[in-house]
């Protein structure tokens, strides 16, 4: 069992950054590829970004390509997401997820419980 806790989020102006973190209760979380994922209100769950276990690749949608960054720390066992030049279409519940891999909610098998971020214009 794999549980996952997110920190970091808030309310922060357009144009604002904020660095989420996720940490992770597992005996080896290097095993497992991390991802974010975001959903606001009425609105699905939408990829973010995501981070391989093997080679440390990461994958990001245009939408928040060149703004957003994951990153992870095996010894730390805690992935991060610097979101930068934020915009008020940003704002969601934003999760921390693990799994074997890839870029679709169904391929992460553990959730966290959420962080709000809010963007204000």
């Known amino acids: 069992q794999v549980q996952l806790v997110e920190s970091g989020g808030g309310l922060v102006q357009t144009g604002g950054s904020l660095r989420l973190s996720c940490v992770a209760s597992?005996?080896?979380?290097?095993?497992?590829?991390m991802g974010w994922f975001r959903q606001a209100p009425g609105k699905e769950r939408e990829f973010v970004a995501a981070?391989?276990?093997?080679?440390?690749?990461?994958y990001n949608p245009d939408s928040v390509k060149g703004r957003f960054t994951i990153s992870r720390d095996n010894a730390k066992n805690t992935v991060y997401l610097q979101m930068n030049s934020l915009k008020p279409e940003d704002t969601a519940v934003y999760y921390c997820?693990?799994?074997?891999?890839?870029?679709?909610?169904?391929?992460?098998?553990?959730w966290g419980q959420g962080t709000q971020v809010t963007v204000s214009s």
């Open positions: 981070i391989s276990w093997s080679n440390g690749r990461t």
């Open positions: 997820a693990a799994g074997p891999g890839g870029t679709r909610t169904y391929e992460f098998l553990y």
């Open positions: 597992v005996r080896t979380f290097s095993g497992y590829a």
